[in-house]
C-alpha cells in the first residue's frame, strides 16, 4: 500500500481521483496531546513560529481547556491546532482558536480544515457556544480554512494589543 501510495505521490498526473486515491492509502491520524505527549510536541516543534519552549508547553497542557491537536501523514507532523477555552459570567464558554498551522508540504491536502473540524467537536463537546480566530486580512490560505470549515468573517473588528515585554 505505501509503495502505491508513493507512487501516486511521484506521478506528475496530479489527477484528482489520483490524489483522492493518495489519500485513501495514507490516511492522515490527528492526535489530541496531552501531559505525557511532551515529545509530540517537542517533534512537531517546527511547525510553530518558532521552537517550543518546554516551560510553556508543559504549562500549556497542564491547563484545564488547552488543547492541542497534531495531525500526522505518512507518520511526520503535518500540522496543528490549538484552542483555549474563554469563559466569562454573562456569556458562558466558547473556543479562541489560537492558531493553525500546516507544514508547506503538506498544505492543500484538507489537513487544516480537518484540524479545525476537530477542534470545533471538541469545543461542542465541552459545551462552547461558539468558536473565534483572529487572523490577518491578507491571510488567505487561513482565511479560506476557517470559511471552508463554516466560519464567517465579521466586519468592523479591531484587534487592540498591550505589549508587556
Same mark, same amino acid.
Given at each position: 500500500?505505501?509503495? +502505491?501510495?508513493? +507512487?501516486?505521490?511521484?506521478?506528475? =498526473?496530479?489527477? %484528482?481521483?489520483? =490524489?483522492?486515491?493518495?489519500?485513501?492509502?495514507? *490516511?492522515?491520524?490527528? +492526535?489530541?496531546? @496531552?501531559?505525557?505527549?511532551? /515529545?509530540? &510536541?517537542?517533534?512537531? @516543534?517546527?511547525?510553530?513560529?518558532? *521552537?517550543?519552549?518546554?516551560? $510553556?508547553?508543559? #504549562?500549556? !497542557?497542564?491547563?484545564?481547556?488547552?488543547?492541542?491537536?497534531?495531525?500526522?501523514?505518512?507518520?511526520? %507532523?503535518?500540522?496543528?491546532?490549538?484552542?483555549?477555552? &474563554?469563559?466569562? %459570567?454573562?456569556?458562558?464558554?466558547?473556543?479562541?482558536?489560537?492558531? !493553525? /498551522? &500546516?507544514?508547506?508540504?503538506? +498544505?492543500? #491536502?484538507?489537513?487544516?480544515?480537518?484540524?479545525?473540524?476537530?477542534?470545533?467537536?471538541?469545543?461542542?463537546? #465541552?459545551?462552547?457556544? $461558539?468558536?473565534?480566530?483572529?487572523?490577518?486580512?491578507?491571510?488567505?490560505? $487561513?482565511?479560506?480554512?476557517?470559511?471552508?470549515?463554516?466560519?464567517?468573517?465579521?466586519?468592523?473588528?479591531?484587534?487592540?494589543?498591550? @505589549?508587556?515585554?
Amino acid at each position: 500500500m505505501l509503495e +502505491r501510495a508513493s +507512487r501516486l505521490r511521484d506521478s506528475k =498526473v496530479g489527477c %484528482p481521483q489520483c =490524489v483522492a486515491q493518495l489519500r485513501q492509502d495514507c *490516511p492522515m491520524e490527528i +492526535r489530541l496531546i @496531552s501531559q505525557k505527549d511532551l /515529545g509530540f &510536541v517537542l517533534e512537531a @516543534s517546527h511547525l510553530f513560529d518558532g *521552537p517550543a519552549q518546554l516551560d $510553556a508547553t508543559q #504549562r500549556f !497542557l497542564c491547563e484545564q481547556g488547552h488543547h492541542l491537536l497534531i495531525a500526522y501523514e505518512e507518520g511526520q %507532523p503535518a500540522g496543528f491546532v490549538s484552542g483555549v477555552e &474563554v469563559t466569562h %459570567p454573562d456569556k458562558g464558554t466558547e473556543m479562541f482558536l489560537y492558531e !493553525l /498551522g &500546516v507544514d508547506e508540504q503538506f +498544505r492543500r #491536502r484538507g489537513i487544516g480544515r480537518a484540524l479545525i473540524e476537530r477542534l470545533k467537536t471538541i469545543a461542542q463537546e #465541552r459545551g462552547c457556544y $461558539a468558536m473565534w480566530v483572529i487572523t490577518g486580512q491578507n491571510n488567505a490560505a $487561513a482565511l479560506a480554512a476557517y470559511e471552508s470549515s463554516g466560519g464567517a468573517t465579521e466586519s468592523g473588528q479591531v484587534v487592540v494589543v498591550w @505589549s508587556l515585554c
